[in-house]
């Protein structure tokens, strides 16, 4: 009697047990982008009401739309790695405001966690 997980050398393994595991990656990615951008546009005004200079303001507003635009590109291998440098740019952005640095940190933390699910589900 033959147990049913073994895999035969020509099957292959099947390591999430989801229908489609590349789109359900690319949606936990897109929609982690599009909630980023959408908490960059609401970081705007407290980041004006912190002493935010316009070079902040402005890098806030560019940094929602490129993280708007990657939601939807996220089927292209180089788009990781591009929303991962989203990630470090915010981060580096203290040097304009801490605020924006905040957001960096904390979405930088969120961001490794997609890519250990990516790693995880796709191997």
Known sequence: MTNSTETTPDE???ISGLRNP????????AGTLVL???TLLLAIQPVRMLGGSTAAVVTVAVTAVVAFLLSGMMGRRWAWHVASALQ???VGAIALN???ATVGVIFGL?????LRVRKRILG
């Open 98 to 100: 801490w605020a924006i």
């Open 36 to 38: 980023e951008g959408i």
């Open 110 to 114: 969120v961001w490794i966690y997609v």
């Open 12 to 14: 292959p393994q099947i």
């Open 22 to 29: 590349e789109r359900a990656v690319r949606g936990l990615a």
């Open 88 to 90: 470090v740019v915010l």
